[in-house]
């Protein structure tokens, strides 16, 4: 690896780590702002669902944009910028909508980030799953400092500290990007043009799609609600930053072997082995949460309901679809699993949690959720997640 490629692989990292810190301050405490400022489970359950709608408009959008101009740093540049721009308004948004319109926008131009970074470091690096996964790991480290440096400073500060370290966390994102630079050999699309729905309405990738879609669903309990649910029980901020992070610590060491696990078993097996153990997971939160160290070892299953089930998804992507519109993919797997799966899962859990009466209600249809998306994998062969899209042209 040259000087320049290796200085480009930090920032890469450096991004990656900034990227997701933010995800672990907004995913965790988001609930927790939202409840200092008065709002009910419901509403926030309705909130999240709205804001994690904006998921299916921005990646979807902007990917068009990347893919057809070639210019994917630039566009990576313009959603982090336009996300801190747009999240300046939470430091006066008192009510509901105006709340709502404020997340959203930035939700909409962050979530548009992430399928350019991985377009670009899986460029940079030359389609080297090894090096990806050594990059990526990055996200997870920045997770976990960010999870429990704000953890531990919600046992010290008001509630509003999320946002507070959304701010200056998002500022350094900008910064980051600057760093970074586009490989010489990623040129616009010239020859390839039109709708990716012909590639979407393939039955493998329809259920590929429904399949995650159903994960994200059983994750909305977890991710609206985790923090208040450990609070109502008698945790502390800092005890439930640390059961967070750890489940991110896992996944950090199933990022380093994940590529010899999907040569080995294949992506349908890891993908099944994701799903059932993720509604394992959820129905022991739901059920035995009063004790720690039960809490405590169903968070090692995030090793698998996201470090090695994203990992198997992105490796089906870019090996089953053509690279030319590996962007907009992606866009369309953030979109459709992240976006509406987590809406749907965030306004159920919203509806079913009750302020707390209903955890056990809700970490069980979670569990469901996760568990039918399992049964639905049944409805494909193995083989089939191992092949490329019939329309696959090289």
């Given at each position: 690896?040259?000087?320049v490629?290796r200085?480009?692989v930090?920032?890469?990292?450096?991004t990656?780590?900034?990227?997701?810190?933010?995800?672990?301050?907004?995913n965790?405490y988001?609930g927790?702002f939202?409840?200092?400022?008065g709002?009910t489970?419901?509403e926030?359950?309705?909130?999240f669902?709205v804001?994690?709608?904006a998921?299916i408009i921005?990646?979807?959008?902007?990917a068009g944009?990347?893919?057809?101009t070639?210019?994917?740093?630039l566009?990576?540049?313009l959603?982090c910028?336009?996300?801190?721009?747009?999240f300046?308004?939470v430091?006066?948004?008192?009510?509901f909508w105006y709340?709502?319109?404020t997340m959203?926008?930035m939700?909409?131009?962050?979530t548009?980030v992430l399928p350019?970074?991985?377009?670009?470091t899986l460029h940079?690096v030359?389609g080297?799953s090894k090096?990806y996964g050594?990059?990526?790991?990055?996200?997870?480290?920045?997770f976990?400092v960010l999870?429990v440096?704000v953890?531990q400073?919600l046992d010290?500060?008001?509630?509003?500290?999320?946002?507070y370290?959304?701010m200056?966390?998002?500022?350094?994102l900008?910064?980051s990007?600057?760093a970074?630079?586009?490989?010489?050999?990623?040129?616009?699309?010239?020859?390839?043009?039109g709708?990716?729905?012909?590639f979407?309405r393939?039955?493998?990738?329809?259920?590929?799609?429904?399949?995650?879609?159903l994960?994200q669903?059983?994750?909305?309990a977890?991710?609206?609600?985790?923090?208040?649910?450990?609070r109502d029980l008698g945790?502390?901020g800092?005890?439930?930053?640390l059961l967070?992070a750890?489940?991110?610590?896992v996944?950090?060491g199933?990022?380093?072997?994940?590529?010899?696990l999907?040569t080995r078993?294949?992506?349908?097996?890891?993908l099944?082995?994701c799903?059932?153990?993720?509604?394992l997971?959820?129905w022991v939160?739901?059920t035995f949460?009063?004790y720690f160290?039960?809490?405590?070892?169903?968070?090692?299953?995030h090793a698998?309901?996201?470090g090695?089930n994203?990992?198997?998804s992105?490796?089906?992507?870019?090996?089953?679809?053509?690279?030319y519109?590996h962007?907009?993919?992606?866009?369309?797997?953030i979109g459709?699993?992240?976006?509406l799966?987590?809406?749907?899962?965030n306004?159920a859990?919203?509806h079913?949690w009750?302020?707390?009466?209903g955890a056990?209600v809700?970490?069980?249809?979670a569990s469901m959720?996760?568990?039918?998306?399992?049964l639905l994998l049944?409805?494909?062969?193995?083989e089939q997640?191992?092949?490329?899209?019939p329309?696959?042209?090289?």
């Amino acid at each position: 690896m040259t000087t320049v490629n290796r200085f480009t692989v930090v920032a890469l990292s450096l991004t990656y780590a900034l990227y997701f810190g933010q995800l672990g301050v907004i995913n965790p405490y988001l609930g927790v702002f939202l409840d200092g400022r008065g709002f009910t489970s419901s509403e926030i359950g309705e909130l999240f669902a709205v804001i994690t709608l904006a998921r299916i408009i921005g990646p979807s959008l902007w990917a068009g944009i990347a893919d057809r101009t070639g210019k994917i740093l630039l566009i990576l540049r313009l959603g982090c910028a336009l996300t801190v721009m747009s999240f300046i308004g939470v430091f006066w948004a008192y009510s509901f909508w105006y709340l709502t319109l404020t997340m959203g926008l930035m939700m909409m131009f962050w979530t548009a980030v992430l399928p350019q970074l991985e377009v670009l470091t899986l460029h940079t690096v030359e389609g080297d799953s090894k090096r990806y996964g050594r990059v990526r790991l990055w996200g997870s480290v920045g997770f976990i400092v960010l999870t429990v440096l704000v953890g531990q400073g919600l046992d010290f500060f008001a509630t509003e500290t999320p946002i507070y370290a959304s701010m200056l966390v998002l500022s350094a994102l900008f910064i980051s990007t600057l760093a970074l630079q586009q490989p010489g050999t990623m040129q616009r699309n010239t020859t390839q043009k039109g709708s990716i729905w012909r590639f979407l309405r393939h039955r493998v990738v329809m259920i590929f799609l429904l399949v995650n879609g159903l994960l994200q669903v059983s994750f909305g309990a977890y991710y609206g609600f985790f923090a208040l649910y450990m609070r109502d029980l008698g945790y502390s901020g800092m005890e439930t930053g640390l059961l967070i992070a750890l489940g991110v610590v896992v996944e950090v060491g199933i990022f380093l072997i994940a590529q010899r696990l999907i040569t080995r078993f294949g992506v349908w097996r890891l993908l099944m082995l994701c799903l059932l153990a993720t509604g394992l997971r959820w129905w022991v939160l739901g059920t035995f949460a009063d004790y720690f160290w039960l809490v405590f070892f169903s968070q090692f299953i995030h090793a698998l309901s996201f470090g090695l089930n994203h990992s198997s998804s992105m490796q089906f992507i870019h090996h089953y679809f053509p690279s030319y519109i590996h962007g907009r993919i992606q866009a369309a797997y953030i979109g459709l699993a992240f976006g509406l799966g987590g809406a749907l899962g965030n306004f159920a859990a919203g509806h079913l949690w009750k302020q707390g009466s209903g955890a056990f209600v809700t970490f069980t249809c979670a569990s469901m959720c996760a568990i039918a998306g399992g049964l639905l994998l049944l409805l494909l062969k193995p083989e089939q997640m191992n092949q490329r899209h019939p329309l696959h042209q090289g």
